[in-house]
């Protein structure tokens, strides 16, 4: 697949053909971006073995199938390429840089953006995850890029070890996406996550989290039911024990960004953490604008595929710049930014 340079026009994102057929992952600082659907839905396996149980998940209108390989299930920890990789081009995208499927990157720099370790161990794992990442198919409707087809594919379509060590150990790595992934990606459909995500060791907490950063969000608090939960988690413990686990990891309290409550009615409460509460309102010393939750949902409709909560950032950012100026009329302004953003393209 030729590059692409991808502009946002407002509506969606337009490739202009460039003579490069891959792009060169040199975004050092990116932000952890993690793709819309993985996080709604459950891709990935929370096993720590080979899980090479075949998957069919049904929820509202999406149906998703999930085939491993022989090796197994691609598991949550390696989303962690998925990830990183996705960083990479939202960040590209967001500096007007030319784009491609095909990724080159750098194994040293993938794994300490990840929070692994870089032992001679710590590289043969990560040829194990490609092999599960392009060893695992999925057969889905869901919607990527306002495109909605029932088709199947790997989550990764190929890699290859561009260069080693004598020794055999990769230094670069090239990795071609899904045509269905960079398509989710090109129309931003993504989220900022905290980069204490790869902190994280146990599955079902990654997946706790990632439930939570896509229905809570920024907003004050979401309620779930424990089966509702317990679907959208992805795992394959008996209620009781998944329930078992949930108060474990309300005990424990670990999460970024978020606390977890146990509430009557056999649900949970997921609430945002004070800080983010904080930082959320707060710009420089004094008190920042405060929008209410029709805001972003007046943001979405204006900006679909975009991160809402990113573009909050930026417009406090912007209005932190201005000399933190008095607006009557904080939603209004905040609407009008985000036009001028999708405006200027």
């Known amino acids: 697949m030729a590059a692409g340079s991808l502009h946002n026009t407002g509506g969606g994102v337009s490739a202009v053909q460039t003579t490069r057929d891959f792009f060169l992952c040199d975004f050092f600082d990116a932000a952890p971006k993690g793709d819309l659907a993985s996080l709604e839905h459950p891709?990935?396996?929370l096993s720590t073995r080979p899980d090479?149980?075949?998957?069919?998940?049904?929820h509202n209108d999406t149906e998703i199938t999930i085939t491993p390989s022989v090796k197994g299930r691609a598991t949550i920890h390696d989303k962690d390429i998925i990830i990183f990789c996705t960083s990479q081009l939202?960040?590209?995208?967001n500096a007007g840089r030319a784009v491609s499927r095909r990724l080159t990157l750098t194994a040293h720099d993938l794994l300490v953006a990840t929070n692994r370790e870089t032992s001679g161990d710590a590289y043969r794992r990560l040829r194990d995850t490609f092999e599960r990442l392009s060893g695992t198919r999925i057969t889905t409707n869901?919607?990527?890029?306002?495109v909605e087809t029932t088709s199947g594919f790997g989550l990764i379509d190929s890699w290859e070890i561009v260069r080693k060590t004598r020794g055999g150990r990769m230094i670069s790595v090239a990795v071609t996406l899904s045509d269905w992934l960079f398509r989710a990606i090109c129309a931003r459909s993504v989220l900022t996550l905290n980069r204490a995500y790869f902190t994280l060791r146990k599955p079902l907490e990654r997946r706790i989290y990632e439930v939570s950063r896509k229905h809570c969000g920024r907003q004050g608090s979401w309620i779930v039911s424990i089966d509702t939960l317990l679907k959208k988690s992805g795992s394959a413990s008996p209620r009781r024990v998944f329930r078992a686990m949930m108060r474990e990891m309300i005990a424990a309290d670990h999460l970024p960004d978020y606390h977890l409550h146990e509430i009557e009615g056999d649900k949970i409460r997921v609430s945002l953490r004070d800080s983010l509460i904080e930082a959320g309102r707060r710009s420089g010393a004094g008190q920042g604008p405060v929008l209410p939750p029709e805001a972003l949902e007046a943001a979405r409709a204006l900006a679909p595929g975009h991160d809402v909560y990113a573009l909050e950032a930026d417009w406090r950012a912007f209005w932190q710049r201005s000399g933190r100026p008095v607006l009557r009329a904080p939603q209004a302004a905040f609407l009008g930014f985000v036009k001028t953003r999708l405006a200027k393209g």
């Open 90 to 93: 939202v960040a590209a995208l």
């Open 142 to 146: 869901i919607a990527t890029g306002d």
């Open 52 to 58: 090479r149980r075949v998957l069919s998940y049904s």
């Open 43 to 45: 891709l990935f396996s």
